[in-house]
């Protein structure tokens, strides 16, 4: 089983660039964020010219998390149900096969001094409220995403610099080190331990790519009985060497199931 994730940043304008990438790799889903599409004008049509289901949930201009997927999902939801804001386009989860999935896209935070911020930390509270009400940690769960957070030094390309940054900042790191403590494994760094190897290359910094001035913020997460069925994960480097690319990269990981 082939499951990807891959921020966008808008479906309908990397819509050639999606369409490439599901025809060349052909996961069993693929987990995008960023759609910024409204629901009626998501493109489902072009998917299921391709084999693929869609469950999608979204908003024009911002956020939007949508899943492709071979089969449909089972159990599909959308957003957080613990009496707070639901987020409904930052988070869709469903079941496919003896997976589930649940794909997030986690509030950037802008500046620490913001409430946003606080918000963002408020959100991965939030998670792990989430993964303790509807998963345990024996099931086979998948957590991805754009999750706005760089974990450690080797995720980003200058620690020094960037530290205290929204998405390299310890209370950050320490709030998503609380949900990956519930029960994940983090598949990204089983298969691929080195540094330098990035899924985020900054817009504003055109030589980015070249000179691989990257970040780590795109995660693939499992909880170890699934983590345990990993075979691989590759980060596809080409996607954002094409015209008008995505400033994130795809992200898949294999399993042996």
Not at 135 to 145: A, D, E, F, I
Not at 217 to 223: A, E, N, S, V
Request: proline fraction near 7%.
């Amino acid at each position: 089983m082939k499951i990807a994730t891959f921020n966008a940043n808008s479906v309908r304008a990397r819509m050639d660039i999606v369409i490439d990438w599901l025809r060349q790799h052909q996961p069993d889903a693929l987990c995008i964020q960023e759609t910024k599409v409204v629901d009626h004008d998501f493109p489902v049509l072009d998917f299921k010219a391709l084999g693929y289901h869609a469950v999608f949930r979204g908003e024009k201009s911002y956020n939007g998390v949508a899943i492709l997927s071979r089969r449909p999902l089972q159990n599909v939801a959308f957003g957080i149900d613990d009496g707070g804001p639901r987020d409904e386009t930052r988070l869709v989860r469903g079941k496919l096969g003896p997976v589930h999935i649940v794909n997030a896209y986690v509030p950037q935070g802008q500046d620490t001094k913001l409430p946003v911020y606080k918000y963002k930390l408020e959100w991965f509270s939030r998670l792990l409220g989430f993964f303790g009400k509807h998963y345990t940690p024996r099931q086979k769960v998948l957590w991805c995403g754009d999750l706005n957070v760089a974990p450690t030094d080797i995720d980003v390309h200058d620690p020094k610099r960037l530290r205290g940054h929204v998405c390299f900042n310890p209370d950050v790191q320490a709030a998503f080190q609380r949900v990956i403590d519930w029960g994940f494994v983090d598949v990204f760094r089983k298969h691929l331990p080195q540094p330098g190897i990035y899924t985020f290359y900054d817009y504003r910094a055109p030589s980015a790519l070249k000179q691989n001035k990257g970040w780590r913020i795109d995660h693939i997460l499992c909880t170890k009985s699934l983590a345990n069925k990993s075979v691989g994960v590759t980060v596809d480097l080409d996607a954002r060497r094409k015209p008008r690319p995505s400033d994130h990269l795809p992200v898949l990981a294999e399993f042996s199931i």
